[in-house]
């Protein structure tokens, strides 16, 4: 008879989990999504990497635009300018954003926050161990 092997977890965070058989993530996750659940068995998955995406341009525009309404002394206006500042800062840091490559061609892209970048490397190389340990 056959033996029946277990899975075992040996990762699970916000972008995913990856088992010894599957991984299971979150297809086309953003800042504010939650994306659509995906299981797909490891011998499925051809590659895995993590970017950082920046918006350097929107970024130093929205800094700008910001920093004039800070300096501009009336109270409603410097409040608008910090709620600018915030998105600003995002986009010049950079989101962590872990693409997952499928045999049949489908790229699959979770974006986070700047501060998850951990998860994300982490999720990455766990699936890169289950991949590459045969």
């Known amino acids: 008879m056959a033996e029946e092997r277990t899975e075992e977890t040996y990762l699970s965070n916000q972008f995913g989990t990856v088992t010894s058989r599957r991984v299971v ?20 998955i051809t590659s895995v990497r993590v970017d950082i995406v920046r918006r350097p341009v929107i970024g130093v525009i929205l800094a700008l635009i910001g920093l004039i309404m800070l300096l501009s002394g009336d109270p409603g206006v410097i409040i608008v300018g910090i709620l600018i500042l915030a998105p600003a800062i995002l986009f010049i840091w950079g989101s962590p ?16 926050f700047p501060w998850h970048r951990e998860d994300a490397e982490g999720f990455s190389q766990a699936l890169r161990e289950q991949l590459f340990k045969k």
Not at 97 to 112: H, I, P, Q, R
């Open 97 to 112: 954003s872990v693409v997952v490559n499928t045999a049949g061609g489908d790229l699959s892209a979770m974006k986070a």
């Open 25 to 44: 993530y979150f297809r086309k996750k953003g800042w504010f999504s939650g994306g659509s659940r995906e299981d797909v068995p490891l011998q499925h």
